[in-house]
């Protein structure tokens, strides 16, 4: 890890404290960015579009939207734990959450995936870091399991699927979705059945 990262990490800490958030993010409501403390080791999202995850899922609680949520490529599985902890506090406990994702770290880059702020090729990041840094997004799915339990969700909702995205099309998928983290599937897939998804709804950038 560079200096710079070092001391990127480091502001970014201080930034997305407990008393920043407050002062940064007045518009989001005070059990939000409690969810996003109590997930914020498990996750690589920015806490705004944590507040947008949690506002959608209160949005679909609200709306009575009936699906799945599905978020394809967790990590630790801090996104979903947050979607778990706003339905629970929405009063909704039996909607089911499906988390696809290899459990088996990064998968090898392309020359398409390059750091935004600076245009660094993704496969150098890899080179530079250690394994045990989160940028190889390195989590088992039994991790992730305890991390999902720890919401108090019901697990017997909560379906962990291992599973490279290109294969997606191979697993059994919910017949209704709800919230749905994209993340290449459509130009993986070109084949795929899309009807499949008909009636869902796709958030994007979670």
């Given amino acids: 890890m560079s200096l710079r990262d ?28 409690e969810i996003y403390h109590r997930i914020a080791k498990y996750t690589m999202t920015s806490p705004e579009r944590i507040a947008g995850l949690c506002q959608a899922v209160r949005y679909v609680t609200d709306a009575k939207i009936p699906g799945a949520y599905v978020e394809c490529g967790v990590w630790r599985g801090g996104s979903s734990m947050a979607a778990a902890l706003s339905f629970i506090a929405a009063g909704e406990t039996e909607r089911p959450i499906y988390l696809f994702d290899t459990f088996e770290g990064m998968s090898s880059p392309s020359t ?29 799915i039994e991790d992730v399991t305890i991390n999902m339990a720890s919401t108090s969700y019901d697990m017997k909702r909560v379906t962990l699927c291992k599973v490279w995205l290109n294969r997606l099309c191979q697993c059994k998928l919910p017949r209704k979705l709800q919230c749905c983290d994209w993340i290449q599937i459509g130009t993986n897939r070109p084949d795929m059945n899309w009807s499949t998804f008909i009636r869902a709804w796709f958030l994007v950038g979670f």
């Fill in 6 to 33: 070092v001391i990127n990490r480091c502001i970014e800490t201080v930034a997305n404290s407990r008393l920043s958030l407050k002062y940064r993010m007045p518009d989001v409501d005070a059990q939000t960015r």
């Fill in 112 to 140: 398409h995936d390059l750091r935004a702020k600076d245009g660094t090729a993704a496969a150098e990041l890899l080179r530079l870091s250690k394994k045990s840094d989160k940028i190889w997004c390195n989590a088992s």
